[in-house]
């Protein structure tokens, strides 16, 4: 349902039809001219990053087996990843599509300027500033990209955990892919993958994505927040900038990177609530390594825990009566989300584990099964905002009781004046009798 648009929408309107007739030569020049003085030329690469890897996430190389992972050696279109004991290497060959990053459970492959959080970032201050926000790709564009674009190498780049969080957030994201256009891409392998990640995304969040595919269907007005967050703070500090040159269109984009850095904030204090939970390290001290992606999912879930009964995951489930504590399944969890205890027993921390399977994979005696998960247990309590929410609905109750009260005191106050009124009403005959 369309806002209700009141006076300050109209000043807005009124505003910005001035500003673009001042502004057009301004940002004609802007788009083709960089900050540097030299001319702005869309280039591909500009989008894309090899990834490097860390060979100590490698599944294959904790379990010493080339039977446990082969997602990253599928994926590649290029082939150009070589998995060699516990080393991990990526070649010349490889095309910087970012798929590999997207396949890797326990995020083997990053890249510097991509990481889930970024890429998160990157979007979510498009659809928070934007009407809409649209998400694609080098070969799809074409061009330079305008504010509420977001290119990539590949829309297979983006997992469904990252896809699942977006979607949790927002509801104005798009994909921008013209018909056939994959077709026609040397990375053979990203059609598929992003279609898997983004229905699996959509299912959990309950939620779709807009496709467009005509160019000319897209649109870039900012949102209504992000315009009323501009004009009001350029109103307020108008005397100001006369002095300080205050630029006001800076106010929307801080109103959007508090958000960003409030959402920054709550993941990480998930992080710490987890690990003052179940403890940050295994009984043989190993760091637990809590992924990007599930971190991301875990925020979405606790912004938003209806959806928990959505997320379809598996997790292994370990059978005391069957097991030799032999410790295979937790030297190939490397996330190590699995821990044997001198005891030989047995513990999985399911908001740590990224449901590979490596560890059922790995015991000869099937200790291990994949089960399903309740994804309730992803949900951790965010003890700051429920403080928050604690003193604000404490604060709320005071204020009524203050309005009740006052609302009493004024009561009583017109009691008495109307009491003195209807006295002096009263006494006003007799007294006119005595002087006569």
Partial sequence: MAEKRDFLDELIDLQSDWRSLKEVPNSMMSSLVGEDGERKVFNPADYKEKPFANSTRCLRGAADRDDICSRC?????????????????????????????????????????HMPRQVYDQIARAASSYEQCYVTCTR???????GN??????????SRDLWFSLLADYDNINVYLPVGICDRCRTTT???VYADQIATAEEWADAGLGLVADE???????????????FVSGAIHSAERLVTRTNPALAGAKAVAKKL??????????????????????????M???????????????????LARFVKLEVPVWDSTLCTACGDCARACSVHALDINKAGVVTIQNPYCVNCGAC??????????MESLDASELVIPDKVAEEVARKKAEAKVRANEYVEKGKKQLNRAADALEKLADDDGAGAPSSQKSEK
């Fill in 140 to 146: 799809a564009l074409k061009r330079l990209p305008k």
């Fill in 261 to 286: 850095s409030d959402h920054t904030q709550r993941l990480n204090r998930l992080q710490k609530e987890l690990e003052n939970a179940v403890g940050a390290k295994t009984s043989t001290s190993r």
């Fill in 190 to 192: 990203g059609e598929e």
């Fill in 360 to 369: 059922v994979m790995v015991c000869e005696e099937g200790a291990l099964v």
């Fill in 288 to 306: 637990r390594t809590l992924t990007q992606g599930r971190k991301l999912v875990m925020g979405a879930l606790q912004h938003n825990d209806d």
């Fill in 149 to 158: 674009e977001v290119v990539l190498a590949c829309v297979g780049a983006i």
């Fill in 216 to 230: 000319r269907e897209m649109t870039h007005e900012f949102t209504r927040a992000y315009k009323r967050s501009q």
């Fill in 73 to 113: 050696l599928d994926v590649c279109p290029t082939h150009a990843i070589t998995v060699h004991k516990k080393s991990v290497t990526i070649n010349e060959d490889c095309r910087r599509c970012g798929l590999c990053v997207t396949a890797c459970p326990t995020e083997v492959f990053s890249t510097r300027r």
